[in-house]
């Protein structure tokens, strides 16, 4: 699997924390398939590390609670934009899975890329704190197809032409 390191800047002393991103498939569909991608640190911080992931475009793609970890912040597991995890000295080796899907939007288009983006770490330990790790390409898969029929009913004692005589079809 493919996985980002981020180092922080350098340090003469002390070696920077690394945040390790492992981004999983990286393809959802409108259709349903959603996909995941797990968050970790490669060393013990002294203190808490936190990072806020969001989605670059929430009609597109949204976060989805994995791992009890709420992406809204709000007590809710669907339709997320933003999720804030937290690594404590304690679970920091324990993956934290993010979850991703599309948002089916009934408009024909073709795929599209789109970001989650995680930010800027935060924490107390200056080893872990303003790193920077890699943001997460999600290819979003759609579903729909342009066309349909438009059936019109007139008979022929209608002068006009209305659209209130059409119903639309598939």
């Known amino acids: 699997a493919d996985q980002f390191r981020e ?11 690394i945040v390790i991103v492992t981004p999983g498939t ?6 349903g398939v959603t996909s995941t991608f797990t968050i970790q640190l490669a060393s013990q911080p002294t203190a808490n590390v936190s990072m806020t992931l969001s989605s670059n475009d929430i009609t597109e793609v949204v976060l989805k609670s994995a791992d ?3 992406c809204d912040n709000s007590g809710t597991i669907e339709n997320n934009n ?17 979850g991703v899907a599309a ?16 930010g800027v770490t935060t924490s107390n330990d200056a ?3 303003s790193i920077d790790p890699s943001d997460v390409n999600i290819t979003v898969q759609d579903n729909d197809t ?9 008979t022929a004692s209608d002068v006009t032409f209305t659209a209130a005589k059409c119903t639309a079809g598939a």
């Open 26 to 31: 990286g393809i959802v569909s409108e259709a």
């Open 146 to 154: 342009a066309g349909g029929t438009m059936t019109c009913i007139n």
């Open 82 to 98: 933003s999720c804030t995890v937290t690594f404590t000295p304690l679970n920091y080796a324990t993956p934290q899975t993010i």
């Open 68 to 70: 009890g970890i709420n």
């Open 127 to 129: 080893n872990f704190n």
């Open 7 to 17: 180092p922080a800047a350098s340090s003469t002393s002390t070696p920077k924390g």
């Open 103 to 118: 948002v089916d939007d009934l408009i024909d288009e073709d795929d599209k890329i789109t970001v989650i983006s995680i």
